[in-house]
């Protein structure tokens, strides 16, 4: 008697040519063009328009109006926040800035980097705030704030490389660094001393102290910043220094960082 092999499935090909085309982007390429996809896919050029304009519609892809190239759409950012709040990173992440927002009062925010840009995946607001920004998925600028800091010092020199090559360092206050060559320098003192500070460089007012977040391989995956009015913060920089480094730590030994941030 002869068995018959079991079926794997059937597999549609347009949808795994799709599949395809985005995970080129995890290739560290920001934007891609039709003839690009066109020779890494390996397809012609009237399936590769076929296969874009359905991802652009579904807003899978958004194209640059400016050179008419591909980068990764608004709806894979929301699957990956809901990814992220499905994992232990945002579980983990959440009880900490808890306690850190309760016991200054303060807002704490927590980013990623997500396709080459800082998003807010989290966020903690004392309760006699109102209104805050920014939003949980919003897109925060990398130069001017601490959370964009921190993740630029961690992150893969190539990768950093490739975000800030044509990064436009737009000067909010007087205080927003507006240079790329000033801006690599206060990388460096961010990695030696383990948080960054954003002192008013994004809102006039306002000052932000940032901590990173390692995973168990010891590559930071997140940050978290905790901000508020000037007055306070500079009477009290000791003590939010110290516990901001303290949350940072701890979370990072939850997630299975063996290592010490800080001596």
């Known amino acids: 008697m002869t068995l018959k092999k079991k079926s794997e499935g059937r597999i549609i090909q347009s949808v795994e040519r799709s599949i395809n085309a985005l995970l080129l982007f995890l290739e560290d390429y920001q934007e891609l063009g039709i003839k ?69 009062g303060k807002s704490v925010n927590v980013c990623m980097l997500v396709g080459g840009q800082v998003v807010v995946v989290y966020k903690a607001d004392p309760d006699q705030v109102v209104i805050s920004y920014p939003d949980v998925g919003a897109v925060v600028p990398i130069h001017n704030t601490a959370n964009g800091k921190i993740l630029m010092a961690y992150a893969d020199p190539e990768e950093r490389d490739g975000i800030l090559e044509d990064y436009s360092f737009i000067k909010s206050t007087e205080f927003t660094i507006s240079d790329k060559d000033a801006f690599y320098r206060e990388l460096e003192q961010v990695r030696e001393e383990g948080i960054s500070f954003n002192r008013q460089e994004g809102v006039s007012g306002i000052i932000a102290i940032s901590g990173p977040i390692f995973n168990h391989r010891g590559q930071v995956i997140a940050s978290f910043a905790i901000s508020g009015k000037v007055g306070y913060f500079e009477e009290n920089e000791g003590r939010l220094v110290g516990e901001v480094k303290k949350t940072a730590q701890a979370m990072s030994r939850q997630l299975g960082y063996t290592g010490r941030i800080y001596l």
């Open 36 to 104: 690009d996809f066109s020779r890494m896919l390996g397809l012609p050029k009237p399936t590769i328009y076929s296969l874009v304009n359905t991802m652009t519609k579904h807003q899978l892809l958004e194209q640059n109006p400016e050179n008419s190239k591909y980068r990764l759409g608004p709806v894979l950012l929301r699957l990956g926040l809901q990814y992220a709040r499905q994992s232990d990173v945002l579980s983990t992440v959440s009880v900490w800035t808890e306690r850190l927002c309760y016991k200054f």
